[in-house]
């Protein structure tokens, strides 16, 4: 079992940057490839970048990003802190949504959430024009 929640949520302005960060506890966490996925207001829930497993010693691993998020997000782990971050840059209002992490041990970055096992209850994430 992993027990994940978010944080760095807010409200920011076109433009601005957030950091999210998801802890994690439980299974050794460097095991375990992290997504993260938004769910907008009305929308189905969507990805926006995966990572994979990785040895404890270092937190490099191939990630996977959706296009609408490609070269303004960064998503990273820390496998000593037990943490998934998602770099958040050049923020615009269609970025607003509830941010979920989750976890999954086994499969590939494929960008869908079937096969996550784990989620995390959501941050959400408001960006005003």
């Known amino acids: 079992q992993v027990h994940l929640v978010e944080s760095g949520g807010g409200l920011v302005q076109a433009g601005a940057a957030l950091r999210l960060s998801c802890a994690a506890s439980?299974?050794?966490?460097?095991?375990?490839?992290m997504g993260w996925f938004r769910q907008g207001a009305g929308k189905e829930r969507e990805f926006i970048a995966a990572?994979?497993?990785?040895?404890?010693?270092?937190?490099?691993?191939?990630?996977s990003y959706a296009d609408s998020v490609k070269g303004r997000f960064t998503i990273s782990r820390d496998n000593v802190k037990n943490t998934a971050y998602l770099q958040m840059n050049s923020l615009k209002p269609e970025d607003t949504a509830v941010y979920y992490c989750?976890?999954?041990?086994?499969?590939?970055?494929?960008?869908?959430?079937?096969?996550?096992?784990?989620w995390g209850q959501g941050t959400q994430v408001t960006v005003s024009s």
């Open positions: 439980g299974r050794p966490f460097n095991t375990y490839i």
């Open positions: 989750a976890a999954k041990q086994f499969g590939s970055l494929a960008q869908s959430p079937i096969g996550y096992d784990f």
């Open positions: 990572i994979n497993w990785s040895a404890v010693a270092t937190s490099y691993a191939a990630t």
